[in-house]
């Protein structure tokens, strides 16, 4: 296993669109678990493969808080079959956006398909924290980031700040 650089913005690649996943093979699996050392050693709750700049439809997740066993949650080729019409706001963030956190609306419920870490295809209600986090996480396989979702303005006060966090570093 090995970690991985993280992206920042404004890392023009962290704007494409990834590739669906032919086949979850040992190759696939060891890039989920650098994916997954690199979340946890960020430390993050999510991270998607365009944010260490593979342009692959993988995600990996861990929702458990820091008392309970770790629960890695693998997602190849994820698709969103339903989208409640209901929504919810959460004060978001990203590790390819350091430092900024702001309120999006998101649908509070999700109905998921997606392939997992053995291959096999799996369909799953989402709701709280998940439905937040794989609705994030699956905007970066599409390019889109979580300050998209904000005002022109608070976007672009957003990357500045990073910016400027980037050359004080
Ligand atoms: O960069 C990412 O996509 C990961 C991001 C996931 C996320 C967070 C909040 C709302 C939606 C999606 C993060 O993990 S940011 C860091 C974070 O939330 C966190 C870090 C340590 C402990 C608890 C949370
Ligand atoms: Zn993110």
């Excluded at 365009?50 to 808080?65: E, S």
């Excluded at 959460?90 to 590790?95: D, I, P, Q, T």
């Excluded at 390019?143 to 500045?160: N, T, W, Y």
């Amino acid at each position: 296993m090995a970690l991985r650089d993280i992206l920042i913005v404004p890392d023009p690649i962290l704007k494409k669109v990834s590739e669906r996943v032919d086949l979850v093979d040992d190759d696939l699996r060891a890039l989920m678990d650098d994916m997954l050392e690199t979340m946890y050693a960020a430390p993050g709750i999510g991270l998607a493969a365009i944010q260490i700049g593979v342009p692959k439809r993988v995600i990996v997740m861990d929702l458990a808080k820091p008392d309970e066993e770790p629960a890695p949650r693998y997602f190849v080729n994820p698709e969103i079959l339903w989208a409640s019409e209901e929504t919810q706001p959460y004060e978001e963030g990203c590790l390819s956006v350091p430092e900024i956190y702001d309120e999006v609306e998101r649908p509070a419920h999700v109905k998921l398909r997606y392939i997992d870490y053995n291959g096999k295809t799996v369909e799953e209600d989402a709701e709280g924290m998940y439905a937040v986090c794989i609705q994030h996480e699956m905007d970066h396989l599409d390019g889109v980031l979580f300050i998209d979702h904000l005002s022109r303005l608070k976007r672009e006060q957003a990357v500045k700040k990073v910016k400027k966090q980037a050359k004080a570093a």
